[in-house]
């Protein structure tokens, strides 16, 4: 599970409990359950088109100082933008949008950062799974074949 703060910061809701009293196959199943916490975050779509002028498409960027100019560029903008429209004497104007509203930028901005910082994690934790299942007994190799087989079977119906 993940969830959204205060600030717009996704966070992963669930630590990896694990023992030395565990069995392999609850370790590894330990391990998929944070993954897919994780997934959570790298799954979530993006609100704009990512390009931000003068900068780059947000999607794909990976340096995080630039992600922070990035937005300090976009609410910049903003803050200008209804600044020269409050001097103009607008009551009521049009919403600043620069391929999305602040807002938007906020979230696609925000998830771009979580899904950098979860790399490392994500990574870890399938490089930990890889190395637990040269720890798996045939007999549990066997079960857990024979699980995702019945899970399988069961979508056919």
Same mark, same amino acid.
């Given at each position: 599970?993940? #969830? ?91 919403? +600043? ?9 906020? @979230? ?9 910082? @979860? ?14 299942? #040269? ?16 899970? +399988? ?5």
């Amino acid at each position: 599970m993940s #969830k959204t703060t205060k600030t717009g910061k996704m966070e992963s809701t669930t630590a990896v409990a694990l023992n030395t009293e565990m069995s392999t196959p609850d370790i590894i199943a330990a391990l998929d359950a944070k993954l897919a916490t994780l997934e959570g975050i790298t799954t979530t779509k993006y609100k704009t088109n990512g390009n931000v002028a003068g900068f780059g498409d947000v999607k794909t960027e990976t340096d995080i100082s630039k992600l922070i100019k990035m937005y300090s560029s976009i609410s910049g903008r903003e803050k200008a933008y209804n600044a020269a429209a409050e001097t103009l004497g607008l009551k009521a104007y049009p919403a +600043f949008t620069e391929g999305g509203s602040a807002e938007d930028w906020f @979230h696609d901005i925000n998830l771009r950062i979580q899904i950098i910082q @979860h790399k490392d994690t994500v990574d870890t934790l399938n490089r930990y799974k890889k190395e637990m299942a #040269k720890f798996m007994s045939e007999a549990d190799q066997k079960a857990q074949l024979i699980a995702e087989m019945a899970k +399988f079977a069961a979508t056919l119906s």
